[in-house]
Every structure is written in structure tokens, then in C-alpha cells.
């Protein structure tokens, strides 16, 4: 029995599954023991290619030296408080509110699944209505209102499709999900519903089913929409945020948000993330003169966490930084695209900026119900085996892949050879 086995028998006495995220559930259990730059190794010795990137938070590296001597230097210093601030925090919320369009002012929280949730109560808070709008593939975190018809089937498009057993019906009643860049059924819901929606929350870029981004145009609409039915348009650029731009997919498209959330790249991987926004929403919060919104947590502003999160901006502030990215991330693509053609393959590649994956079907895709072309049983095929190889990424379909700053050309052609070898066999 090798050490992997032994920790998963071990896990499963005290751990539901043996993890502590239900998506950490991969094809074969890996438990993890070190890691450096773009690379991981497991309790085995086994030596891999990151591509999860922690679903995309890691944007510098793993173990990078010039974050991790931010952080010992503030837990050296200060570790968490419960009345008071730090000059870290008010120091990482003044370069948000600088680099972000949208930010007058910023609420810290812990997770992108936080964030979203203080941005809907925020809204209901400030319009008085109870109903939101979320997209069909769109993942905005954990909670009641917007865990639902993410990755649907064929069947489910259309209907209500909870991820979870034990959500409140009549929260999930409120939600209304809607097609992905479609703005005649958008002008249709708030024809019939106007009156009763809060807000709309959109991916910016749906991430979570591949890579599939908004529109310009579509955005521009759907804020056109909000500003005249009085409901708050938010950005979920939790995954956008900071791995596309430093401003999140809104400093891109010209296209401003009332609310957004940040989270996942914004610390390098340290649990941190935030809610931005005009301050005439911003000052619902309760800590505002005639706040009535309740906003707490004690973790909130971390100053171990601001300083990751300070330290990570500085490296993507430097010059080069995202044309690194986005440079390495288009010839995984273009690697990708010749694989396609040398084995005749009904596939494409896909992705933006430093996000990569190769889709099993070919043709144009604007929102989600064009991606149920995709063959699942490919997909799922190609990356079992990559993993198997050394290439760690989701073994769900359409999940993402990622690079970062420590990704090098070297581990470009390490895995596109075996993405080659793994064609050749799943192919034939």
C-alpha cells in the first residue's frame, strides 16, 4: 500500500469523502506534499505539471519567495485583531479602488463565494426587491441563491437545476435563470419582472464551463437594462479578477458595474477576497452612518491576507506581466489547435489569456446551450490520462486550464508531447 492509500484511508475515517471541497474529487486520489513555481509533488514522490492552479487562484506561482517574505514579515508583526483595522488592509483597499473601475469603496471578506453573497443582500437591501438574475452555466459560489444550473444537462437547461440537496425553495424560487448573452431574453424578463428584480449577477467570463466571455455589446445592454428597471448589475470577476487584468474583464470592455466581487488570483492563493463598488450602495453597509446592511466576519481584512494580496499585485504590476500570460496561454492554444489537425479531431481550442482547454466539438458558441455539443466521454477521457501523466487539471469536462508566471515554455512542450500521446491513444 503506497502513502496515497494510506492518507485516503486515513481521510475517509474523519473527512466526508476524504476531502474538504467536493471538487478536490478527482478520478484517482492525489494527496499532496510540496510544491515550487508551476510544479507539484505528491506523498509518493510523484512529480506534476499544476494546470489547476487551485481552480485558477494561483496566478504567480507556488512558494513564491517575494509573497512569502510579505507574509512572514505581517505575521511576524500582527496576526488577526477584532476591533480596529490594520494600515495593510486600508493600504490593499486604496490599490483596488485605484486599479478597479468599479471601486469607490471595499468590503473585505474570505471567499468569492462571500463576496457574492454580500453583493445580492446588498442589492435587495437597496432596491427593496427580492428576485435575482443569474446565468445558465454560471457559477457564483455555495449559497441558496445562486447554487443552481451550472453544469446543467440537456434536459435540465430551461428548468430549475439546484447543485444540492437542502436548499430553501423559496430562496430558490426568487432566482430566475437566464441564456448567456442574450439580450432579448433579458428585455423579456424584466418586461414581466422588472418591477421585482434586485439584481443581476454575471461571470464575466464563464470560467466555470470552459472559457466562454460576455460580450461588449451584451454587457453594455444588460447595464442599459439594469439602469432603467432600477436593478444593480454585479460582476462576478472572482475568477476574471486580477488573472485577465489588474481592473478585472471591466477595465477590458470599457463596461462598469455597480457592484463586482474579486477573489481567487487577488492573493496568489491566500484565502482573501472582496466586494467593490459605487459608494451610494457601499454606504448601506452598517458601519455607515444610517447603514442598514449587515456586514461581518472575523477574518475580514486579514492583514497576513492583505499582505499576500499586496505582494501578488506588485508582480502583476510590473511590466510584462500580463504579456507573459497571455503569450504563454495563446501558444497552448496554437499547440493545441495543431494536435486538432494532425489527428483529424472534432475539437477545437478555447480559452482567454492565460486560460486554456480544448473543447471534443467544433463551431461558434455564445452561451452555455452551445457547449452541450461538447463529448463529455472525450473530454473526460483526455483528461484522465493527461492527469494520469503528470498533468494535474480537472478531470471534469470543460474545466479550465491555467498558467502563471512560472509556467515556461519548457513546461508548455512537456505536456503539449503528452496531450500528443494521449490524442494519438484516445483517438484511434
Given amino acids: 500500500m503506497n502513502t496515497t492509500q ?6 475517509r475515517k474523519v473527512m466526508p469523502d476524504g476531502v474538504a471541497s467536493v471538487n478536490r474529487l478527482q478520478t484517482a486520489p492525489i494527496y499532496f506534499e510540496r510544491a515550487q513555481g508551476a510544479e ?23 512558494a513564491d519567495e517575494q509573497i512569502a517574505d510579505r507574509v512572514a514579515d505581517a505575521a511576524s508583526k500582527i496576526g488577526l485583531i477584532g476591533l480596529g483595522g490594520t494600515d495593510l488592509e ?31 443582500r446588498l442589492a435587495r437591501a437597496a432596491t427593496g426587491r427580492r428576485k435575482i438574475v443569474k446565468f445558465q452555466g454560471a457559477y457564483h459560489g455555495w449559497h441558496d441563491a445562486v447554487a443552481l444550473n451550472v453544469g446543467s444537462s440537456a434536459e435540465l437547461v430551461g428548468h430549475q437545476d439546484p447543485l444540492s440537496a437542502g436548499m430553501h425553495p423559496s430562496v430558490l424560487q426568487d432566482t430566475i435563470v437566464a441564456r448567456y448573452n442574450d439580450t432579448a431574453m433579458m428585455e423579456a424578463i424584466f418586461s414581466e419582472q ?22 461588449t455589446e451584451f454587457l453594455q445592454q444588460l447595464k442599459a437594462i439594469c439602469e432603467r428597471n432600477g436593478a444593480v448589475l454585479i460582476f462576478d470577476e472572482v475568477i476574471a479578477g486580477f488573472r485577465h487584468s489588474l481592473g478585472g474583464y471591466q477595465a477590458i470592455t470599457g463596461v462598469t458595474p455597480h457592484l ?24 448601506h453597509f452598517r458601519s455607515k452612518p444610517n447603514g442598514n446592511v449587515f456586514l461581518a466576519g472575523t477574518y ?22 500580463y504579456d507573459k500570460l497571455y503569450g504563454l496561454g495563446a501558444r497552448y492554444r496554437e499547440d493545441l489547435d ?28 455564445h452561451s452555455y446551450e452551445d457547449l452541450l455539443g461538447n463529448d463529455a466521454a472525450m473530454d473526460t477521457a483526455f483528461r484522465s490520462a493527461m492527469m494520469a501523466a503528470g498533468q494535474i487539471t480537472s478531470c471534469n469536462p470543460l474545466k479550465r486550464w491555467n498558467v502563471t508566471l512560472a509556467h515556461t515554455d519548457e513546461h ?17
Fill in 6 to 11: 494510506k492518507i485516503l484511508d486515513q481521510a
Fill in 40 to 62: 507539484l509533488w505528491d506523498v509518493d514522490g510523484k512529480r506534476y505539471i499544476d494546470y489547476n492552479c487551485a481552480f485558477g487562484a494561483t496566478i504567480i506561482g507556488h
Fill in 90 to 120: 486600508v493600504e490593499l483597499a486604496e490599490k483596488l479602488v485605484q486599479i478597479i473601475p468599479s471601486a469607490d469603496q471595499v468590503a473585505f471578506c474570505n471567499s468569492g463565494s462571500e463576496a457574492t453573497f454580500h453583493a445580492l
Fill in 194 to 215: 422588472g418591477e421585482e428584480i434586485a439584481a443581476v449577477i454575471i461571470e464575466t467570463v464563464l470560467h466555470n464551463v470552459g472559457s466562454l466571455p460576455a460580450t
Fill in 260 to 283: 463586482a466581487a474579486f477573489g481567487k488570483a487577488m492573493g496568489n492563493g491566500y484565502p482573501i477576497a472582496a466586494l467593490v463598488g459605487k459608494e451610494e450602495l457601499m454606504s
Fill in 300 to 321: 475580514n481584512g486579514h492583514p497576513v491576507m492583505a499582505a499576500a494580496a499586496l505582494a501578488t499585485i506588485e508582480q502583476l504590476e510590473a511590466p510584462g506581466a
Fill in 338 to 365: 495543431r494536435l486538432v489537425a494532425k489527428y483529424d479531431l472534432k475539437a477545437q481550442s478555447a480559452g482567454y489569456g492565460s486560460v486554456w482547454l480544448l473543447e471534443f466539438f467544433k463551431g461558434e458558441k
Fill in 412 to 428: 508548455r512542450e512537456e505536456t503539449m508531447a503528452v496531450a500528443d500521446r494521449v490524442l494519438d491513444e484516445i483517438s484511434n
